[in-house]
């Protein structure tokens, strides 16, 4: 493990990290848009993997991304019954795949081969979900942490549902704010003003929310103000009839080392 990538710097650099997201956009077009809700930070969490496990010295080539991305999503677009298609595809990962996460505590971190920077992926997620008959899958958002050498912690999201569009951003991540959004998101009602307060710092920050105008479709949510968009999208988790959780995707950094390794065995460290 070396310290070659300093994956903090290299995600605040947003230009060069959204032209790369642009050139890619094509590639990683997996859901098809009417199942819109987490396309975008699922198509971006993905991507940040595959960052995440590429030499650095080849960080900027789309063509070796491109490469990964391509055989992770043939995997996943099979009609086998795979982790990778469930978490992709059909966003209805195996129960064993989701674990439940109530603190900082109960995150496990996965090491990175070309950084001393850890990984973990979560998502807010419908908790009874292996129950649940939804065409839309399970997960309402896909977001990952980054633990540094230091210990410091920073949480990478990117957004996009009918009503927001945020491009990804890094902030740094407290175990108290972040332990007070687990309990406020089992019970949003009650402790809404604290899941408004996480939101707002993390997932929609109303300074980087964007006009988002891509379908017929969407054209009255995007002629609403943006406070009355944002206030759209809160409501999702805090009116939802279904109980949302935070949980971890225990096994997605695995699957995508695993690919990447046998594409380039210099990453297997």
């Not at 109303?206 to 409501?235: F, K, N, Y």
Request: hydrophobic content about 35%; overall charge neutral.
């Amino acid at each position: 493990m070396t310290e070659t990538f300093d994956v903090v710097a290299f995600l605040r650099r947003t230009d060069d990290v959204n032209q790369l997201m642009r050139q890619l956009s094509e590639q990683v077009s997996t859901r098809s848009m009417w199942q819109r809700l987490t396309t975008s930070c699922r198509k971006w969490q993905l991507v940040l993997l595959c960052l995440l496990h590429t030499d650095p010295r080849r960080i900027d080539s789309v063509p070796h991304i491109k490469a990964i991305l391509h055989a992770i999503l043939q995997q996943s677009e099979s009609e086998c019954p795979t982790p990778l298609r469930a978490l992709i595809v059909r966003n209805r990962p195996s129960p064993d795949e989701v674990v439940p996460v109530s603190t900082l505590d109960d995150v496990a971190w996965s090491d990175t081969p070309f950084s001393t920077t850890r990984v973990a992926c979560l998502c807010l997620y419908i908790a009874d979900y292996p129950t649940l008959r939804r065409p839309d899958g399970c997960i309402l958002h896909y977001f990952t942490l980054l633990q540094c050498a230091n210990r410091r912690v920073y949480l990478n999201s990117s957004y996009a549902s009918d009503y927001v569009c945020v491009s990804q951003c890094t902030r740094a991540l407290s175990r108290r704010a972040f332990d007070a959004f687990c309990v406020a998101i089992d019970d949003p009602r009650r402790l809404e003003r604290e899941v408004r307060a996480f939101f707002a710092a993390f997932f929609i920050p109303r300074l980087l929310v964007q006009t988002r105008v891509e379908h017929e479709t969407e054209r009255d949510h995007q002629m609403q103000p943006l406070d009355a968009r944002i206030e759209s999208e809160i409501q999702v988790y805090t009116r939802n009839r279904y109980k949302i959780a935070v949980g971890q995707l225990s096994q997605y950094s695995h699957h995508i080392q695993d690919i990447a390794c046998s594409l380039d065995h210099a990453s297997c460290g």
